[in-house]
């Protein structure tokens, strides 16, 4: 069974300053890793994904995340955020053969503060 | 395309009443997905179908709570009777799977209140 941990719920982080927002994951399998966005009064959007190779995956809205596979995190950054980039956050893994089922990390909401 | 579309957007209710959440996916999407997002347990994953037929209804909470999708374009889900603790959003995600990877696109969720 695979499971997300996201140790930060919630990031305060001034405007124009870098953001990390952590994500580890464990699975007995190999898994797709992905960020979600969620914005205030909205459904999840797909923001980035890991399917393989390059461990630097970068998404819409400058974002981009690092896999790392000894460590088993596929962290988030920002180098410079913006009061638009207000959300949540979520890091979601699915198994890349068997079971087509996502398994969502509880969230780490980010404020921008001006 | 009018991604994935959730009624009602709000639902308040009182307790011991039905409730029936609904949810048009993306046409010529063949996954569908139920989650439930409370403050305390986050984005759960109540049931989901393929083809209309529920895979895995495991995370459901109990009896009281019921899925269905009569066909490709619609699917219901049903709380008989409601208890404040179902008070959450509720949210319908859809996908055209072309591998483990294919994303879900959501609705933007249906918001119960059970006073």
């Known amino acids: 069974a695979q499971s997300v941990t996201q140790l930060d719920s919630q990031v305060p982080v001034f405007e124009e300053a870098p953001v990390e927002l952590r994500c580890n994951y464990s699975?007995?399998?190999?898994?797709?890793l992905f960020w979600y966005v969620q914005y205030p009064n909205q459904g999840l959007q797909l923001l980035l994904k890991?399917?393989?190779?390059?461990?630097l995956v970068k998404g819409i809205n400058g974002f981009e995340a690092e896999f790392n596979k000894s460590q088993t995190s596929f962290h988030l950054r920002k180098p410079s955020v913006h009061i638009s980039d207000t959300a949540e956050y979520f890091c979601a893994v699915s198994e890349t053969v068997g079971t087509y089922k996502y398994i969502f990390g509880t969230g780490t909401r980010l404020k921008v503060l001006a | 395309d009018a991604g994935v579309i959730q009624s009602p957007r709000h639902e308040v209710t009182e307790m011991g009443q039905e409730v029936t959440l609904r949810c048009k996916p993306i046409?010529?999407?063949?996954?569908l997905f139920w989650y439930r997002q409370t403050m305390m347990r986050g984005l759960e994953l109540l049931i989901y179908f393929n083809n209309n037929v529920p895979i895995d209804d495991s995370g459901m909470p109990e009896d009281r709570f019921s899925a269905k999708m009569p066909n490709a374009s619609f699917s219901t889900l049903k709380i008989q009777p409601s208890e404040p603790r179902d008070s959450a959003v509720y949210f319908c995600?859809?996908?055209?799977?072309?591998?483990?990877?294919?994303?879900?696109?959501f609705g933007n969720g249906t918001r119960l209140t059970v006073t």
């Open positions: 890991y399917l393989s190779g390059s461990t």
């Open positions: 995600a859809s996908s055209l799977w072309t591998g483990n990877n294919s994303p879900l696109h």
């Open positions: 046409s010529g999407h063949d996954y």
């Open positions: 699975s007995s399998v190999s898994v797709y």
